[in-house]
């Protein structure tokens, strides 16, 4: 497995992460089996793992607590994140200093461990100062219950601010950002990736398999409705094959199929392959359910994709081009109408 630097620290992680969102209820809820994966996972020579607190509600942080107990939690950068509603009191969520602090201490009793290598802020909160978030964090820190801080999807204008706000305040920066990237998601190639290659930022890039668009599931000539499953009813607006931007994804993918079968790869390591490749790119984030699927994707850590299929791949969907917007994973509250029209 080849390593990477993340960003500008001295810390090297491999350029597949082991994401845990499908260990416990929202995927594999037998944790033995979980704790298989990872060690797998592990054992191919991955030594970096991402997680979340609100990953079938702390759950998941559970499960790798576990799986690194006994000896293999100093092998591993452990990643998790916070941002999400974790109750009903409108106190447990966001980017406040209270809640950061609070949920750092509960993410480190579920994982097991003294601390985190990477904690990352999932999502912008545009209500909170950027200074409170970061101050927090620089406290957590130089505590030594954080090593490093980053986010999630955030949009760019975020991101350097936050850079700015550090320097000029003297918080601990950011050194990365973990955005959705795969071949049917391609908008963060026109802005975010160089603003983040310019600052020196690592990225952690998550769903290269498109919410598994890519990896054959969803072929053309499926009924065009919407999915049965509680998860995919959730983000209809990605799945819904009634939607025409989902049939425009569906026909990319049957393309990107074709192009994978000549190129002698299946789907999956085409789509993790090209994701790697791109120069701003540290990891790639894959999320196995089961033990198959694993095994599936670490054989894409050893792809090379020749130029003639990335400029087919280019031919399918563009550079910088997300085909349903629906999939770039945050919208901005100036988008709604409320934010657009007068009172």
């Known amino acids: 497995m080849e390593y990477r630097r993340l960003g500008r620290t ?6 597949l992460c082991l994401g845990a969102m499908m260990f416990g209820e929202w995927g594999t809820k037998d944790h033995d089996e979980s704790i298989r994966i990872i060690h797998r996972a592990l ?5 970096f793992i991402d997680t979340a607190d ?3 509600d702390g759950e998941s942080e559970i499960i790798v607590g576990k799986a690194l107990a006994g000896g293999r939690r100093d092998d591993v ?33 579920r994982l097991g461990t003294d601390w985190i290598d990477l904690y990352q802020i999932h999502r912008y909160d545009t209500e909170t100062d950027i200074d409170e978030t970061l101050g927090a964090l620089t406290d957590l820190v130089r505590a030594g219950k954080v090593r490093y801080v980053g986010h999630s999807t955030w949009p760019v204008s975020a991101i350097v601010e936050a850079q700015w706000t550090a ?8 050194v990365c950002e973990q955005p959705p990237y795969s071949i049917l998601t391609r908008g963060i190639e026109a802005d975010t990736l160089p603003t983040l290659a310019r600052y020196g930022m690592g990225v952690l890039s998550y769903s290269p398999l498109a919410g598994g668009w890519l990896t054959g599931r969803y072929r053309a000539g499926a009924e065009a409705e919407a999915p049965f499953s509680a998860a995919r009813r959730r ?10 931007e989902n049939q425009r994804k569906l026909q990319a993918a049957e393309q990107l199929a074709e192009l994978a079968d ?18 701003a790119i540290t990891s790639a984030i894959i999320g196995p359910r089961t033990m198959e699927h694993l095994e599936s994707q670490l054989p894409a ?5 020749s130029d003639d299929v990335l400029d087919r791949i280019d031919e399918i969907v563009a550079p910088g081009v997300t085909i349903n917007p629906a999939d770039n994973g945050w919208v901005s509250p100036a988008l709604l109408p409320a934010a657009r029209r007068r009172p």
């Open 10 to 15: 001295g810390v090297s992680v491999s350029k």
């Open 43 to 47: 054992d191919a020579g991955i030594n």
């Open 54 to 56: 609100i990953y079938s």
């Open 77 to 109: 950068v452990l990643a998790s994140k916070a941002h999400m509603p974790m109750g009903e009191d409108p106190n447990q969520r966001g980017n406040s200093r209270r809640w950061i602090v609070r949920e750092v201490e509960n993410s480190l009793r």
């Open 167 to 174: 320097r000029e305040r003297g918080r601990e920066r950011f």
């Open 235 to 244: 983000l209809a607006n990605r799945f819904d094959l009634s939607l025409p």
């Open 262 to 279: 000549k190129a002698g790869m299946t789907l999956v390591e085409l789509a993790i392959a090209f994701v790697l490749r791109h120069p």
């Open 301 to 305: 850590a050893g792809i090379e994709l």
